[in-house]
């Protein structure tokens, strides 16, 4: 277990409690990858006082790679511009998994907005 955070231990005005680990913050890109995690694998339509949030990345994973190609790539354009005002995005590219066929996995290659920092492209499994 992570030991507690205090606020007077954050440094920065973009962070929040990181997924899955009780008492650690993520902060930085990391703070933005998780944002980004989250906008793509929640389904739009299911937060019922946010409808619009997430994306449509899901409607097409069960489609053919090449016919679910344009479609996926449109719906994280679509929802990480949306979303996360942070990046720019740079590419957007998926294959399939080979140990999984009802998996994606995404490689985003993103800009943190103003500045010509581009970081390792943020890898995403995305499952049916």
Request: glycine share 6%.
């Amino acid at each position: 277990m992570a030991d507690p955070i205090n606020v007077p231990d954050i440094r920065v005005a973009d962070w929040q409690p990181a997924l899955g680990e009780i008492g650690a913050i993520v902060e930085g890109l990391a703070d933005i990858d998780q944002c980004i995690r989250t906008i793509l694998l929640t389904p739009k339509g299911t937060l019922p006082h946010q409808p619009d949030f997430g994306s449509d990345v899901w409607r097409f994973l069960d489609w053919p790679i090449d016919q679910a190609r344009p479609h996926l790539v449109r719906a994280v354009v679509e929802a990480v511009a949306r979303w996360e005002p942070r990046v720019e995005l740079m590419t957007v590219a998926l294959e399939p998994d080979p140990a999984e066929p009802t998996t994606v996995l995404l490689q985003i290659g993103r800009r943190l907005r103003g500045t010509s920092v581009a970081p390792p492209p943020l890898v995403l499994e995305v499952a049916a």
